[in-house]
């Protein structure tokens, strides 16, 4: 696009493109969305490729983790077990949401926290990405040795 040259320019103050007068956050949303577009059909090969159509399909599994994942990132910047019980039980006594708008949710709090911690969201992704496709064999063996819908990655 052509406000490429003036993004990081316009960015860090949220100025209009000086360029054409483009809202910043216009032009943010619409490059954003093109981003996420390429990413997540980038996974979907990652995940067939190491796990099969069959597991990674499967909300269930797909559910823990994320939850794990997500909960190694809070632990990892200072939450604590504690806080994180209070937290789901605060949640799992509150209506069930909707998956489209927990979806945003989710991304727009990952960039808020990324942004406050100091960290570039997708170059984390690209990088977690790339290093994951060259641990397919190890992570296969993990996923075939564990227990079919358990919440743990592993038997405890």
């Known amino acids: 696009m052509e406000h490429n040259a003036c ?3 316009s960015i860090s103050n949220f100025d ?3 360029k054409c007068g483009t809202r910043n956050d216009t032009w943010l949303a619409i490059n954003w969305q093109g981003a996420a577009e390429t990413f997540q059909p980038r ?3 990652w995940m067939a490729k190491c796990f099969g159509r069959e597991i990674s399909a499967d909300v269930t599994e797909r559910n823990h983790r994320f939850l794990e994942e997500a909960l190694e990132l809070v632990q990892s910047k200072g939450c604590t077990a504690s806080e994180a019980h209070q ?3 605060y949640v799992f006594n509150r209506p069930i949401g909707e998956p489209d708008q ?3 949710g989710v991304r727009v709090t990952l960039a ?3 942004t406050a911690a100091g960290l570039d969201e997708n170059e984390c992704a690209e990088t977690e990405l ?3 496709w060259t641990k397919i064999p190890e992570i296969s ?3 075939a040795a564990k227990p079919k819908h358990s919440p743990l990655p592993q038997e405890s």
């Open 43 to 45: 996974v979907d090969q």
């Open 130 to 132: 790339n290093r994951i």
């Open 141 to 143: 063996a993990k996923q």
């Open 112 to 114: 808020a926290l990324c």
């Open 16 to 18: 209009d493109c000086p």
């Open 102 to 104: 927990e979806v945003g």
């Open 7 to 9: 993004l990081s320019q």
């Open 87 to 89: 937290l789901v039980d």
